[in-house]
């Protein structure tokens, strides 16, 4: 969910705002529709990119929590023990019943047992950096493909308003989206990203005006 919300953010502001960037710069539709291409190409291939690798570097650290773990249940299975049920005892189980339980788990599934209680590892929350890549290069194309899509249906005099006005209604839409899915305020939500959007968008159109202007 992170990495998809991430994805299609920066896919509509980045995008966006390149393609704001070189319109006010007086660029030709040609140019502004080439230049939207690449920069979805460009930052679909970073964010894959980079998600694997920061996913990658978690997945790591959690194979070797999770290698130190298989060591010290080898090593010492009935210390392991007391250490799960003082786990169990401290979110409030009777010292007995706690015992039991982690006796039970150990049987069953000790690393798993271990990993869950101990290092929040399970299978549900693992780190999956292709899985992680894929999704962000995914969402990213989705959200930029919006900025370019009205980039290429606008008429040239008013491409600039159509991009920043259908980019920030994107903009607003997933950010209520994802307040809804994660039950956060909706209006906040919605507000914070319009109003950073809003002003990537500004900033990079003014440059781009002044460069333009200067060349």
């Known amino acids: 969910m992170r990495a998809a919300?991430?994805?299609?953010?920066?896919?509509?502001?980045?995008?966006?705002?390149?393609?704001?960037?070189?319109?006010?710069?007086?660029?030709?539709?040609?140019?502004?529709?080439?230049?939207?291409?690449?920069?979805?190409?460009?930052?679909?291939?970073?964010?894959?990119?980079?998600?694997?690798?920061?996913?990658?570097?978690?997945?790591?650290?959690?194979?070797?929590?999770?290698?130190?773990?298989?060591?010290?249940?080898?090593?010492?299975?009935?210390?392991?023990?007391?250490?799960?049920?003082?786990?169990?005892?401290g979110r409030g189980l009777e010292p007995e019943l706690a015992r039991t339980v982690a006796v039970q788990l150990m049987q069953k599934d000790a690393l798993g047992a271990h990993a869950?209680?101990?290092?929040?590892?399970?299978?549900?929350?693992?780190?999956?950096?292709?899985?992680?890549?894929?999704a962000s290069a995914a969402t990213f194309t989705v959200g930029a493909a919006l900025p370019l899509l009205v980039a290429l249906l606008a008429p040239a005099a008013?491409?600039?308003?159509?991009?920043?006005i259908g980019s920030l209604g994107a903009l607003a839409l997933l950010g209520a989206?994802?307040?809804?899915?994660?039950?956060?305020?909706?209006?906040?939500?919605?507000g914070r990203v319009a109003f950073w959007g809003s002003l990537a968008m500004a900033i990079t159109a003014s440059v781009g005006a002044l460069v333009g202007a200067a060349l």
């Open 5 to 89: 919300v991430l994805g299609a953010n920066d896919g509509i502001v980045s995008t966006a705002c390149l393609l704001l960037g070189v319109a006010a710069a007086s660029a030709t539709p040609t140019v502004l529709v080439t230049t939207g291409v690449a920069g979805l190409v460009a930052g679909a291939m970073s964010m894959a990119a980079g998600e694997y690798v920061s996913v990658s570097s978690q997945a790591d650290s959690e194979q070797a929590d999770l290698a130190r773990e298989r060591a010290e249940l080898s090593a010492d299975p009935a210390l392991e023990h007391e250490e799960l049920a003082r786990i169990y005892v």
């Open 116 to 134: 869950l209680e101990e290092l929040g590892i399970s299978d549900l929350t693992a780190a999956r950096p292709l899985q992680a890549a894929v």
């Open 158 to 164: 008013s491409v600039m308003p159509a991009i920043a």
């Open 177 to 190: 989206v994802a307040a809804r899915v994660g039950g956060a305020p909706v209006a906040r939500a919605t």
